[in-house]
């Protein structure tokens, strides 16, 4: 059981939406629609990746990190690294 | 004619890959994959619409606001406005 | 004349208030203040200078690139790639 | 004792090669130097700050976050809860 399983349902729904959205750029695209509209449809689809990611993050801390911590060891010190290096991607 | 009108088979290629990659995130998620995994997923996705951003962004410079900027008056300054604020919503 | 002139009062003043919040957070590492602390300062040190660089790209827009597009010719070429170029390094 | 005690002298010298950096750059507009080259500098100083806070938010959850879980109960939630705040104010 992964750490998010209780928000499985509205992560499904958020990517779904996203997916859709995704779609919808495309048709833009094929009608020759304005840049700058597409432009910022493609940051309403990037802030809702990043809530999805935010929602992840925060699940995994919960769940993952917190469970490796509570056990010491070398887990924890991996589950950290992990965490760290996760977080650079999102920041870069 | 869009501006990015040159690119377009590009950008819905890309696109087509996003959303591929979105659906991906679905199966993911369906199959408890871990969330570190999922998180790796979405910054790709977050890398790879950047990049169809940048692309229009460009094309948009070049099409669009060179138009604008050469014909001066009030369009040209509406031209600017748009894109400052737009990439206001990518970097914000 | 940099495309920026009419704003360099306004430039200077924000960048000294940056100077000043990043002088802070110095104070704050040598006084072991908590970390979230430390980390909601850096981030507000981030939009300001963020705000720093939009006014900038802003500014150039107008000034640089609106005149080599207006000459056409190789600067103009020259004059989108360095705007692409530069938003990429705030977006990536 | 902070968490990020054994990064301090390492925090504090990126912090004043920050100031230093940020200096240069109000010199660089005192100067008028060209746009582009300005918002390269302020892209440096961007990323020089993402990498304090990414040692910040390691060296966090290392200690802080950590010692929280360990002892559980209401501290626990309230760690990361600010934990997710502070990572949504860098990723937003």
Avoid: N, P, W
């Avoid at 700058?36 to 999805?52: K, N, P, T």
Wanted: proline content about 0%.
């Amino acid at each position: 059981m992964a750490s998010y399983s209780e928000q499985k349902e509205d992560l499904l729904l958020r990517l779904r939406r996203i997916e859709g959205q995704v779609r919808g750029i495309q048709r833009m695209i094929e009608q020759d629609k304005y840049c700058v509209d597409v432009l910022v449809q493609i940051s309403a689809v990037r802030s809702a990746l990043d809530s999805v990611g935010l929602i992840l993050l925060d699940q995994h801390t919960r769940g993952c990190v917190a469970r490796a911590l509570r056990d010491e060891g070398e887990q924890a010190e991996t589950a950290i690294a992990e965490l760290t290096d996760v977080m650079k991607r999102f920041i870069k």
